[in-house]
């Protein structure tokens, strides 16, 4: 028997059966499971589904529906709009994120972003989700963040996602846990969301910071020392889950 959790989307187990092909059934194959293996699927809605293996074959793997868990709404959300990283620093971030539970990453080009996608835009949002997916599978946590493919910042800043927003500034703002100690906790079964900002290699224009602070991000600081974009990234969320979390 094993205790493997996968991730499969929520149209492909809608009945009490399922026929998994392509990613899904990769997956599973490579994890060895056999006929008569109980395995644990989730889905982008955060269901957790117990099912019996039934057959694997070189092209698909058919399973048994058993239960269905619907896991409790979360309270804490955290957004994180991170302008996208050169090299392997993206892919870094999108695994760490999702692995602390960041509920959705929002990758943005802004005026100093060193990496241009151009065409490769929908490869890369491809590969961030499935970066997503395995460092959910591995940390067993059963909730897929959203990746949203890239935009720019300015599309980003007319309508950004509800919640308290913040911008990790390097030149000042208020300590990050000092900001979070100052907010009370939401009402009785409302959500406590974060919206947090970081910036490319190279840091914002000075454009950019007016702009980001006309749409109603409050600067924070997490201390005197310079982070590397990605490790700031992930160290803002880490703390904001942490602090916000328990």
């Not at 996208?84 to 943005?108: C, F, R, S, T």
């Not at 970081?198 to 000075?206: K, Q």
């Not at 990605?230 to 880490?238: D, E, N, P, Q």
Request: neutral net charge.
């Amino acid at each position: 028997m094993t205790a493997n959790l996968f991730f499969v989307p929520s149209a492909r187990t809608a009945g009490s059966t399922a026929r998994l092909t392509g990613a899904e059934h990769h997956h599973l194959r490579a994890a060895r499971v056999r006929a008569g293996d109980i395995v644990w699927l989730f889905d982008e809605e955060g269901t957790r589904i117990r099912a019996e293996i039934e057959a694997v074959t070189a092209s698909a793997t058919q399973l048994r529906l058993l239960e269905r868990e619907r896991s409790a709404d979360v309270r804490l959300r955290v957004t994180l709009i991170q302008s996208v990283l050169k090299n392997k620093a993206m892919d870094d971030v999108v695994e760490q994120a999702a692995e602390w539970g960041v509920q959705a990453v929002v990758p943005v080009s802004s005026e100093r972003t060193v990496v241009r996608l151009g065409d490769r835009e929908d490869k890369k949002t491809e590969r961030w989700r499935q970066i997503a997916r395995a460092a959910v599978e591995q940390c067993k946590s059963g909730r897929m963040p959203s990746i949203d493919p890239p935009r720019a910042l300015a599309d980003v800043l007319k309508d950004p996602p509800p919640g308290c927003k913040i911008v990790l500034s390097e030149h000042g703002g208020r300590a990050l846990k000092d900001i979070l100690a100052g907010r009370s906790a939401p009402a009785e079964g409302a959500e406590d969301s974060w919206v947090l900002l970081l910036g490319p290699e190279g840091g914002w224009s000075e454009r950019e910071l007016d702009a980001i602070a006309a749409a109603g991000f409050e600067a924070a600081s997490l201390g005197p020392q310079i982070l590397r974009a990605g490790t700031a990234a992930v160290s803002a969320a880490a703390v904001v889950i942490h602090l916000r979390g328990f």
